[in-house]
């Protein structure tokens, strides 16, 4: 019988919006490791940052790599279900997951 693991990918896409101050625009990739570890990344930002970015090209490149396969995309938020991140208008989904599955041996 065929075995698999799962781990998933959330993208959250975020801003902060201000009479006073300059709006800023942030991505970030949480990855869910299947023994229960996490790991942020950062996708993009328009603050300054000398913080190392990650595109989702690049991302599901270094996944494929390690023998990980999409299974499935979802989108969790979009701004008409839930406007706690802040976006203005319609339409936008600003939170995303990407399963991923491997074979394990056993």
Known sequence: MTRWEY????????????????STWKQVYTIYWPDGTTEDRLGWTSED????TTSL???QNEL??????????????????????????VGTPVRRSW???RQISG
């Not at 990918?9 to 101050?21: A, P």
């Not at 940052?49 to 190392?52: I, R």
């Open 7 to 22: 781990m998933s990918i959330v993208w959250i896409y975020s801003t902060r919006q201000s009479e006073h101050q300059k």
């Open 64 to 89: 494929g790599s390690q023998g990980w396969e999409l299974f499935s995309i979802n989108v969790l938020d979009s701004i008409i279900m839930n406007k706690q991140y802040g976006w203005p208008n």
């Open 99 to 101: 399963v991923f599955k």
């Open 49 to 52: 940052s000398d913080e190392d």
């Open 57 to 59: 090209v690049e991302l």
